[in-house]
């Protein structure tokens, strides 16, 4: 797949290893990633009110988008 734009341009936020971890976790529990962070990891750091809505599925809570730091 190539580039969306020419090398320098512009910057698009990619972390292709977290990613990549996620979908393993997943696959080797067979639980969800937005189930398996609200059973595992915000409980244990008292995030009682984090959460994450992949592909915009998920949770119905309010939320607070922001572009702080988007180039674009």
């Given at each position: 797949?190539?580039?969306?734009?020419?090398?320098g341009?512009?910057?698009?936020?990619?972390?292709?290893?977290?990613?990549?971890?996620?979908?393993?976790?997943?696959?080797?529990?067979?639980?969800?990633?937005?189930?398996?962070?609200?059973?595992?990891?915000?409980p244990?750091?008292?995030?009682?009110?984090?959460?994450?809505?992949?592909?915009?599925?998920?949770?119905?809570?309010?939320?607070?988008?922001?572009?702080?730091?988007?180039?674009?």
């Open positions: 797949m190539p580039a969306p734009y020419p090398v341009a512009r910057r698009h936020y990619s972390d292709l290893g977290y990613v990549l971890l996620g979908q393993l976790a997943a696959a080797v529990t067979g639980t969800p990633l937005d189930r398996l962070a609200a059973d595992l990891v915000h244990p750091l008292g995030m009682a009110d984090a959460h994450f809505r992949p592909g915009g599925q998920g949770l119905d809570r309010p939320m607070v988008a922001t572009t702080h730091g988007r180039l674009d």
